[in-house]
């Protein structure tokens, strides 16, 4: 959830790039549908999100039976955090021929790598764009 923030702080990039952007999830169309409208966890925290009503700017696709994940190679259990997370969070650029031209995996190797790893994504983007 905290790329989800981050990449919220830079929607206006994304949308200036033409980009279209969506998070896969490994839950039911309710659970999906409350991580897309309600900011349950940074809402607790004191941080720049705590005021936000929700923090996903992209489409929420709902993917209980893992197929999605299972296409693209990241259906299985991984730690982030000291906790296990159903699928391994991952970053694709397919860029507008429909060819993969990006794809890197969040290392979480400090509670705020997500922040250049969200920024390594953009300028993936930016390159597919062109």
Same mark, same amino acid.
């Given at each position: 959830?905290?790329?989800? !923030?981050?990449?919220?702080?830079?929607?206006?990039?994304?949308?200036?790039l033409? %980009? !279209? =952007? /969506?998070? =896969?999830?490994?839950? *039911?169309?309710?659970?999906?549908?409350? /991580?897309?409208?309600?900011?349950?966890?940074?809402?607790?925290?004191?941080?720049?999100?705590?005021?936000e009503?929700?923090i =996903? /700017?992209?489409? !929420?696709?709902?993917?209980?039976?893992?197929? !999605? %994940? %299972?296409?693209?190679g990241?259906?299985?259990?991984?730690?982030?955090?000291?906790? /296990? =997370?159903? &699928?391994?969070?991952?970053?694709?650029?397919i *860029?507008?021929?429909? $060819?993969?031209?990006?794809? %890197?995996?969040?290392?979480?190797?400090?509670?705020?790598?997500?922040?250049?790893?969200? *920024?390594? $994504?953009?300028?993936a983007? &930016?390159?597919a764009?062109?």
């Amino acid at each position: 959830m905290h790329e989800q !923030a981050q990449l919220s702080l830079k929607k206006d990039e994304v949308t200036k790039l033409g %980009a !279209a =952007v /969506f998070v =896969v999830l490994p839950h *039911d169309v309710l659970r999906t549908k409350v /991580f897309k409208t309600e900011n349950r966890f940074l809402s607790t925290l004191d941080s720049p999100f705590s005021e936000e009503k929700s923090i =996903v /700017f992209s489409i !929420a696709l709902s993917d209980p039976a893992g197929r !999605a %994940a %299972a296409i693209y190679g990241v259906s299985r259990k991984c730690i982030q955090w000291r906790g /296990f =997370v159903e &699928n391994h969070p991952c970053w694709f650029v397919i *860029d507008r021929s429909g $060819m993969l031209t990006y794809a %890197a995996q969040p290392t979480f190797s400090s509670p705020t790598s997500y922040i250049k790893e969200v *920024d390594d $994504m953009l300028e993936a983007l &930016n390159q597919a764009s062109k």
